[in-house]
């Protein structure tokens, strides 16, 4: 095996040290095993039960993620009318732990600070349920594009993506979130057995090399964290050096940062020296390599305020701060009839409603005719490279208004109150993926009217249409399009 794979002897002298002699040939043993599928059910579209019994294949429960599944590899879920629905993630079993883990509320203000492509910030996001906000950043603009896409896929309303180094987000957003995932770049020793490539990138550069990027990224995501936060760190890889490694070193460069002790599940193991992170390897359970470890951010104690005149004051700069850079920015509120006229179509609308109210007008904002619908807690004019400022619900045309694709996504069957509904074995809708016009009979049109329709599979959105009394023009965005 070792010489099939061309494991370097430093690094397997290294594991070797790391796990004894025992485990070592357990760990080594493992990649004569396959590769484990993964996907995660999408909590925004339906709950993990709802996913098994819809699933036209058998769904195997990952025992430590909640809304986790294994899927045989000869399966394509990629390639099935769901996953264009959004209503499941693929992804690797282990890697589904970070987000999984980290405690997420409602109304939070989460950052997922190395977020492409996707993966975690869409679980991030499902956790929030529409409320608070989540900063999804990725240094690199090509995998943030790749991020944007997948966060729209799976419905999320309330988000914003960057592609900005950890040191320009944290001049914009000091003590601004209430919980961060940090998963670091790594020199990914976890992901050996099922990417072989990273072999020959651990040879160029190795765990050295990544540990001064991680101490710089968590240094930065310190700044960021309110007291009373929690901050998460993981990566994909075995070497101490990055992961044990780089939690002793915030401690002791930020001693108001304390490890909070993980509890562990079957399969996982504790940290190395370090009490309280976790270690996933691939000879112990049916996934790949991975370290995470949860800290919290205590609260300062006030010497002549109380614990509530901080946080007061705390509020009253947010809030001054705000002021000061929303001047020069167009609130169009009502001054988008078009778009107000469209969403009285909704039925329901997105996260921090009221209960009289669906939409919040002030958080509607355009720019060069494209309408976004704001995060409640987003802050204008940052100066930030954005790929995107919250929910893109549509863009203005020739004063006519075009729901987006986004928006789509972030329906649920019944809110718009014209919409067909196809079955995932009837065939127009791999039809309607791949951009054509749609017949329906005189039954399934009868309660249409002329205009824009959500097309949806077994009730769940895909997109939009025009129904013009005889066919459904395809509006189905060209970049997502079944190939």
Known sequence: MEKQFQLPEEYL???KCLLGEEEYLNYIKSFDNGRYQGLRANGIKLAPEELKDLAPWTLEKIPWIPNGFYYDENVKPAKDPYY??????LQEPSAMTPASTLPVNPGDRVLDLCAAPGGKSTELGAKLKGKGILISNDISNSRAKALLKNLELAGVSNFCVTSESPERLSQC?????DKILVDAPCSGEGMFRKERDMIKEWMERGPSHYAKIQKGIMEEAVKMLKPGGYLMYSTCTFSMDEDEGIVKYIMEEFPDMELLSLPKFEGASGGIGLTGCLRLFPHKLKGEGHFIALMYKHLPLPRIRLLEEYYAG?????????????????????QLPQVEEFLSHCSLALGEKKEEEFWDSSRLTEKNGKVYYLPVDFLRNTGLRFLRTGLLVGEIKKERFEPSQAFAMTLRGGQFDNEISLSREDDRVIRYLKGETLSLTDKEGENLYPGWCLVCVDRFPLGWAKWTGTSLKNKYYPGWRWM
């Open 84 to 89: 264009y629905a959004g209503l499941y993630y």
């Open 173 to 177: 957003f000091p003590e601004f979130f």
């Open 13 to 15: 002298q290294h594991m």
């Open 314 to 334: 705390k509020k009253k700069e947010e809030a001054d701060r705000r002021e000061q850079v929303k001047d020069g920015v167009e609130d169009p509120g009502n």
